[in-house]
């Protein structure tokens, strides 16, 4: 048995029938290069079922204690059934980008079953093109956005051939499924223990307590942000400039997407070249998530803009940040930590929200730095198991009916450059696909794969009626830097002799 980590834990504790707890990824697939030209549910189910060993989360099945006095553990399901988890869909003709949104949002908008492995996967047919989608929902609580990552790369190839496979230990049928009385009784014993945990989690919580997302904003925590600095100065620790600290704890400005979530969900997605975003990294000596930020923060100023809703003040984004440590990969779970940073939706001049977004992560980073790697898990051990499900659920309604603490989480998380296969199938695109709450309505999350970017908007469908709109402010703004900040691109003159191609007709992505 594996207990959860009280992070692990927050994420099963706010899911509500308005708020999921799963993330996951829409794929895309050219099958034209698998046995056959085809990618059918049996040949998913035989390359999940040969590669079961080689994923432990695909097996683990929570255990509750009774009466919630310690966290769940996860078990090794003994009743596991592939047939479950792995399912069909389809999508209408002629199978274009939007009504493969809505089958997404809608399979997205159903939670998982508790009283099994918290994953499921949906091959989506009737694609344009003759390609399949596959959409992956795998809970919050069993894996953050590395961990994710690692689960592709054991179900992806580098060839269509695939790969040997080494065979699974004896050991795998499953655990026996504990009695409530026995888990009681675990519960039971490890009361005693929540005290200590929480007087060990008072070193690096209490004087970086402003870095804890949302808590930076509370009444009185700029006074006591500028106590906790001095504090850590006296202990040797890095203080806080005031400039980092009046960021943090400065009023958020209220948008459309900060009030209490529904039910239902809007969904786009699309790529960028990432080429096109490392020529504007180079240009200006910057990274490639500034960049990203910037797009984001444009897009969803224009569609602000548009609809008279532009706030004069900064809006502010959660940025989530892996904190795992080389010797921690392969222990899924959550390692994470968070930014909350704002992002120049104020400022008019392209070029200069692009260096605005520069330094505001460039300050962002230096604090990150400098606070504890393990802040959001210790930050959730103070508050006891019995009342963690309550109060994170407290928590969100109050962020979704008061002042929100931030306005939209924007994710970017690396991917692979090399050519990817499942099943002998080849990606062509694997758009993510994120999670809101409420107070915070709007999702923004990219992914790299070869030489684009492949983005996925989530937002509220009572906030947001049409995310598409948000998808090609993403695209219109990387144009628009290209051309702002490096120039209009030279193609290159054609070789003497040879005739120059027709031009053709512009295709919108």
């Not at 493969?100 to 998982?112: C, G, N, Q, Y």
């Not at 080389?326 to 104020?346: A, D, K, L």
Request: charged share 25%.
């Amino acid at each position: 048995m594996r207990q959860l980590t009280s992070l692990d834990a927050q994420f099963l504790a706010v899911e509500t029938p308005r708020t999921y707890g799963h993330v996951g990824g829409l794929a895309v697939y050219d099958p034209s290069t698998a046995p056959g030209g085809k990618l059918e549910l049996s040949d998913v189910c035989g390359l999940v079922s040969e590669r079961l060993h080689l994923l432990p989360p695909f097996r683990w099945r929570l255990v509750g204690v009774p009466f919630g006095l310690d966290h769940p553990y996860w078990i090794e399901d003994p009743d596991f059934d592939i047939d479950f988890h792995i399912r069909e869909a389809a999508i209408p003709p002629p199978g274009d980008d939007r009504s493969l949104a809505e089958v997404v949002s809608r399979i997205f908008a159903r939670p998982l079953d508790r009283s099994r492995p918290l994953w499921e996967l949906y091959l989506i047919h009737g694609l344009a093109g003759d390609r399949v989608g596959m959409l992956t929902k795998v809970h919050h609580s069993v894996v953050d956005g590395v961990s994710g990552a690692e689960i592709l790369s054991v179900l992806l190839d580098l060839s269509p051939e695939g790969r040997e496979i080494p065979p699974p230990e004896p050991g795998h049928g499953g655990e026996r499924v504990p009695s409530d009385l026995e888990m009681l009784g675990r519960g039971v014993a490890g009361l005693p223990r929540w005290p200590f945990r929480a007087l060990r989690a008072v070193p690096s919580t209490v004087p970086n307590l402003v870095d804890v997302p949302g808590v930076g904003r509370l009444p009185g925590m700029r006074t006591f942000g500028r106590a906790a600095s001095r504090v850590r100065g006296v202990l040797g620790g890095p203080p806080t400039e005031t400039r980092v600290l009046e960021q943090q704890t400065a009023p958020v400005p209220r948008t459309r997407f900060n009030g209490p979530i529904s039910a239902h969900r809007r969904y786009a997605f699309g790529s960028i070249s990432l080429d096109t975003v490392k020529r504007l990294k180079d240009e200006l000596g910057i990274t490639v998530n500034d960049v990203v930020v910037t797009l984001c923060a444009t897009a969803v100023r224009d569609w602000l803009s548009e609809r008279g809703e532009l706030p004069a003040e900064p809006l502010v984004s959660m940025i989530p940040v892996s904190v795992r440590a080389e010797h921690e990969y392969g222990q899924f779970g959550n390692r994470v930590s968070m930014m909350i940073v704002p992002i120049p939706t104020n400022v008019d001049d392209p070029r200069e929200r692009l260096l605005q977004a520069h330094e505001y992560l460039r300050g962002a980073k230096e604090r990150h730095r400098a606070i504890p790697a393990n802040l959001l898990t210790d930050a959730t051990a103070f508050i006891p198991p019995a009342v963690a499900a309550m109060a994170a659920r407290t928590t969100l309604d109050i962020m979704g009916r008061l002042r929100p603490p931030l306005n939209l989480v924007i994710s970017n998380v690396p991917g692979p450059r090399e050519r990817l296969y499942c099943a002998g199938a080849q990606l062509e695109a694997h758009y993510p696909v994120s999670v809101i709450a409420d107070g915070v309505g709007l999702n923004i999350t990219a992914m790299s794969y070869r030489d684009h970017i492949d983005f996925g908007i989530i937002a509220d469908r009572d906030m947001v009626g049409d995310a598409w709109p948000l998808l090609r402010g993403v695209q219109s703004a990387c144009s628009e830097l290209e051309e702002v900040v490096c120039g209009p691109r030279v193609e290159p003159a054609p070789v003497s002799g040879e005739p120059e191609a027709e031009p053709q007709p512009l295709q919108q992505q």
